[in-house]
């Protein structure tokens, strides 16, 4: 793989490994921990064999390192040879390149494996911003220098957005749903915000869930013990099993967050007379819970919503997070009272015609998410305010 080139003092550098760059250049790179982004998952993913090998996730993080070799900007990245994982899909841009007599794959990307979450990343010290308009060029570099068809960057935060935007990359939206603290003081004050109704039928499937002999316990820490992630493995397999999926996360990577990241997880059990039945796993950030993998082993009416959706709405407000993240689509969601949230990519192609195309198509698409959440707010679960 061909290196970018240099800028006056700050170089461009490849790592084929997270484990070539040293965990406390990488964490001073983050403004607030997230935990997503952190090298510690990073690593796990990578460690675990869940990346890397014939995954089709080939590590590939662009660094900018000073005269000293410090790194002062950094994104994680990755060699695809598909499009799986992603949740930003571009197979029909993939297909009409290919019917154009070009390939396709591979193409870089930026993001976190299996994980729809938006976050940073464009990272760089806190007093280097300038360097994001760095790292999108030394992508660019990277594009053109191995003839590769193009380069993503998905679920990026404001700030990226308009570093990308300005380095005239196309921009793309997406919708996700999200759930917002406004302050309540426990789930009932959270409720007092629905409308009659609404409200009724989630404390009507809460109840469920206790009329059906299950029990919830959330765990984190130390709390958290080998046979629980053996049991949450079993889970994930099950969901894998049921969508025709891919099990890309390998029962090692679950040992490894043990070890690395056991206080930034929050483990949800639903049990059964004393055995668990189904769990979800959360991420802990600073100021917002990720809802990441969930599976079960019993067909229980509304478990997914308890143990994914209510369990995390009270951890949050117990913790004072401001806000959940559960994940890719779901309009399911809105009455639970996640509401729609616009998500953003970025995308650099570097074939013409298919560039004009991907503009064309991404213009028209953000109308369409426009209209969406506009049209999905309408039937907000939320009491109408005057």
């Not at 990488?26 to 510690?40: E, G, I, N, R, T």
């Not at 819970?289 to 143990?307: I, K, M, S």
Request: hydrophobic fraction near 40%; proline fraction near 5%.
């Amino acid at each position: 793989m061909t290196q970018p080139g240099q800028n006056d003092r700050i170089s461009a550098k490849i790592f084929s490994g997270l484990q070539e760059i040293d965990r406390a250049e990488w964490q001073a790179l983050l403004a607030s921990p997230h935990p997503l982004v952190s090298y510690d998952f990073l690593l796990a993913l990578e460690q675990s064999g869940s990346v890397g090998g014939q995954s089709g996730w080939q590590p590939l993080h662009v660094g900018l390192t000073d005269a000293t070799g410090r790194l002062q900007a950094a994104l994680p990245g990755w060699l695809k040879s598909h499009s799986y994982g992603e949740y930003v899909f571009d197979h029909g841009w993939a297909q009409a390149l290919e019917q154009a007599g070009g390939d396709y794959y591979p193409k870089f990307l930026s993001a976190i494996p299996f994980t729809p979450v938006p976050g940073p990343r464009l990272l760089t010290r806190p007093d280097r911003p300038e360097l994001r308009g760095q790292l999108i060029a030394a992508m660019q570099q990277l594009v053109a220098s191995n003839e590769l068809s193009s380069a993503h960057v998905t679920f990026i935060e404001e700030a990226d957005r308009q570093a990308f935007e300005e380095a005239g990359w196309q921009l793309r939206s997406g919708l996700q749903f999200h759930w917002h603290n406004q302050g309540y003081r426990d789930f009932d004050d959270f409720l007092a915000s629905f409308a009659s109704r609404k409200r009724k039928n989630v404390k009507k499937e809460r109840a469920s869930i206790a009329a059906a002999g299950l029990q919830m316990r959330r765990l984190s820490g130390e709390e958290i013990k080998p046979e629980h992630w053996d049991f949450f493995y079993q889970c994930y397999l099950a969901t894998i099993d049921r969508k025709w999926g891919g099990a890309y996360l390998t029962r090692d990577f679950f040992d490894r967050l043990d070890v690395l990241m056991r206080d930034r997880c929050l483990l949800v059990l639903a049990e059964k007379d004393g055995q668990p039945v189904a769990a979800a796993l959360n991420f802990i950030g600073p100021d917002c819970l990720y809802g990441r993998n969930w599976g079960t082993l019993a067909d229980v009416p509304n478990l997914h919503f308890e143990t994914c959706y209510y369990q995390a709405i009270d951890f949050a407000i117990e913790a004072g997070l401001a806000r959940v993240e559960a994940g890719a689509q779901g309009l399911h969601k809105v009455q639970r009272g996640y509401m729609p949230v616009k998500t953003a990519s970025a995308h650099y192609i570097s074939h013409p015609g298919l560039a004009a195309a991907v503009s064309r198509f991404c213009r028209q698409e953000a109308g369409g998410i426009t209209a969406e959440a506009r049209m999905i707010e309408t039937s907000s679960p939320y009491r109408k305010t005057a």
